[in-house]
Nanobody, 123 residues
């Protein structure tokens, strides 16, 4: 069973930066896609950024140009560099890994989630 552990959250002033990390208990080589999601109080969880095994990235419009997602297979880790943080970025940030699992009966996607890390941006 794969475990994902996030770290790097905290309290920062508007305009500041944070770098989130997501460490996997095993190799992330088999994860075809990994991503960061966030959930603010009273709101639904939303996609922040994703990265495929080949390095293709996609970002929510609200974070484009400010956040950068990356993954390092050698370190079994996923990262999210967040710059120019704004109060509306305040949320619990969670990492997700997607693994394609195939058997004789077909293929399906296995999802793994971390427990989340709180990011609070003060104005």
């Amino acid at each position: 069973q794969v475990q994902l552990v996030e770290s790097g959250g905290g309290l920062v002033q508007a305009g500041g930066s944070l770098r989130l990390s997501c460490a996997a208990s095993g190799s992330i080589f088999s994860f075809n896609r990994m991503g960061w999601y966030r959930q603010a109080p009273g709101k639904q969880r939303e996609l922040v950024a994703v990265i495929t095994s080949s390095g293709i990235t996609n970002y929510a419009d609200s974070v484009k140009g400010r956040f950068t997602i990356s993954r390092t297979n050698a370190e079994n880790s996923l990262y999210l560099q967040m710059n120019s943080l704004q109060p509306e970025d305040t949320a619990v940030y969670s990492c997700k890994a997607e693994e394609l699992v195939c058997s004789r009966s077909g293929c399906s996607t296995q999802n793994y989630w971390g427990q989340g890390t709180q990011v609070t941006v003060s104005s």
